[in-house]
């Protein structure tokens, strides 16, 4: 048996399919690039509106720490206008 080589791949289709390598690799790069660059705008806006709702959630809170307040003395003044109410309607 020969040793050698019966076919060899010609130089222009090792040429062209580093050409062609070369190119998809460029492509991917540039389209890691562009979604990068959209991950980090969604990004952003994503910040903004937790900042936004992290502000309205505060809001809230304040308002039913407030109401809560409201309910609670509204209670008690219940409470003390009954206690009133008995000790003068005497017995019945």
Known sequence: ??????SQVPLSWITS???ALSGAIGWLGR???????RTEE???VCEEKHETTQQTLMD???ELGVLRGRQEGVTQLA???LE???????PS
């Not at 389209?31 to 660059?37: A, F, G, H, I």
């Open 79 to 81: 409470k003390q206008v």
């Open 84 to 90: 009133v109410v008995e000790q003068n309607a005497g």
């Open 42 to 44: 969604k990004l952003e």
């Open 31 to 37: 389209e890691v690039l562009r979604r990068q660059k």
């Open 1 to 6: 048996m020969d040793p050698t080589p019966t």
């Open 60 to 62: 809230v809170k304040e």
């Open 17 to 19: 399919a580093g050409v």
